[in-house]
């Protein structure tokens, strides 16, 4: 019998990580945040100071580091043995990862890391390409979005519940940007599943949004 996967895809500021990581725990399945695998690859080459226009390099970064997901109410990531949780939500990380996440050679790579994420009882994976490429053969899969003024007040609030000065106006134009170099990739674009759950949730609240999931794979 083939084990059951959750996948929940969607641009950045969605709620993915939020849902995902409520719902695993609520179905007592394991978690794949793809995302901070390509923002952990993001911290990897930054701290090895290497031209990340430089596709070999991050290849070769890519196939060298050592992950480590420990999954509570929040996500705590190790690269290489060391906590890089506070460093994966910079903009300047997420801004690195989506540039490296566009690399053919560099998806090749970490496909199968994600794929060996799959284990009993079951899985709930987020990123932008769960459910269309790594994990297309899932039969529950949901493609969550916001509009990016929404998802850029998120944010926002966010920074500054951190003490972190930001400019909303400039964090809705990147992440304006990043929506469309993810769409417009060659490899993997951010796209929905024909056959995924599509959930807008610039007017619904985290609770509402998992109820939402809960119910329909449940119904499932």
Known sequence: MSIPVLTIDGPSGAGKGTVSRA????LGW????S???YRSLAIASNQQEIDITDVAKVVRVAESMLLK????AELNV???GKDITSELSTETTGNTASIIAAYPEVRAVLLQKQKDFRQAPGLVADGRDMGTVVFADAEKKVFLTASA???GKRRYKQLIEKGINANLAQLTEEIE???QRDRERTSAPLKQAEDALYIDSSELSIEQVIQEVLDWVRFL
């Not at 719902?23 to 609520?26: F, G, K, S, V």
């Open 149 to 151: 003024e929404e998802r």
């Open 30 to 33: 394991g978690y794949l945040d």
């Open 177 to 179: 940007v990043r929506d």
């Open 35 to 37: 995302g901070s695998i």
């Open 23 to 26: 719902i695993a725990m609520q």
């Open 78 to 80: 190790k690269l290489n």
């Open 69 to 72: 997901f420990e999954c509570a």
